[in-house]
């Protein structure tokens, strides 16, 4: 079976993680991604976070998940030699993806401007921190501070009285939902060039993202003029059937049974309180809710009399929708994610099997198996001969200190 973007070639210049990640869902996509590092390679290889591992001294994890399947090639873009390979390697490209801010794009001639002049059919894609128009366009930007805080993640997932914010869910968390957007984006400017044969300039920024997927919550403070989405106290939720329960053994379960009149009598007498399901005070949503008091602890009793084991065996009997909270640590052996291949194993370049969660859009009931990341500037001569550079020219580029 052939990938979706077979034959696309896309020009990578960027560092960390938001816009990488964007090219290794493009390349596990079938792209031929090229990424363009600075001759000393892109600084997240130097993060070396996988201690314990055998052989970890070599392996930067965060490398190995967001620059999978491409090829590196190192170049001075501050060197007019080195932009002016960039140029070809561009006359044959279909994207341009890049996170440098806008003055440097226009101090190494990469700038939108100058490559759409270049070359009329390419399309410009950027990740940005806080989008490119703006007191602000020229601003950096990360993860934990533009996309969890600025963006109003960590004020919404924290309780009013906590000392500090809540931080991030791990690494690169708004990294990777804000690349797989800026893949999307280039993706739908593939096909609108393919139906019109208009290129576009595709902007997605870590702020955006975020608003994005606070959207919901951003409509009703904007409606109640209040600084945070309204939640109910912990010990007072407006559906008893949606709230997260401890076990006898100290795991949780995540209820979410938003039809809560649909489902509580039969869940009531299949865990053996039927005395809950013909109580007046608690035979719909709105009595429950009324005398939560008596009812939420009445619940937190019953959940934490049963093994998370035997709260399995009970809720799979009925149709109310609930799941485990999981560590992620358990993922790996969650029976969906085996069965449908989320994730697989890559040999890396140190030479070390590594796990790699799959791209989550599978074509055909097939996964989209990983490439392997590249040393720096693992195909840097295979690259520029294809680019139409002699040997002897490659050479000289080298001595010169343009190509590493």
Known sequence: MGRPLEGITV??????????????????????VIKVEPLTGDPIRGLRSAPGAKGAEAVELSWECYNRGKKSITLDLKDPAGQA????????ADVFLTNFLPRARTRMNIDADTLRA???NLIYAVGSAVGQRGPEGD?????????WARGGISSALTEPDADYPVGPAGPAHGDTLSGSMLAGGICAAIAKRAMTGEASTVDVSLLGTAMWSMQRGIAQTMIDGTDNFPRPPRNKPNNVLTYNYRTKDGRFLALCMLQADKYWAKLMHLVGRSDLADDPRYATATARRENNDTCLPELIALFESRTLAEWRELLSQQDGQWDVVQHIGELHKDVQVVANDYIQTVRCTAGIDIPIVSVPCQFDGVVLAAGQSPDVGAHSDELLAGAGFSEDEIIDLKVKGVVF
């Open 11 to 32: 020009i990578e210049a960027a560092m960390w993680a938001f816009v990488p990640v964007a090219g290794a869902m493009l390349s596990d996509l079938g792209a031929t």
């Open 85 to 92: 390979v960039l140029y070809k390697l561009l006359a044959k």
């Open 139 to 147: 601003k950096g930007g990360y993860d934990a501070i533009t996309y």
């Open 118 to 120: 270049k070359f009329p």
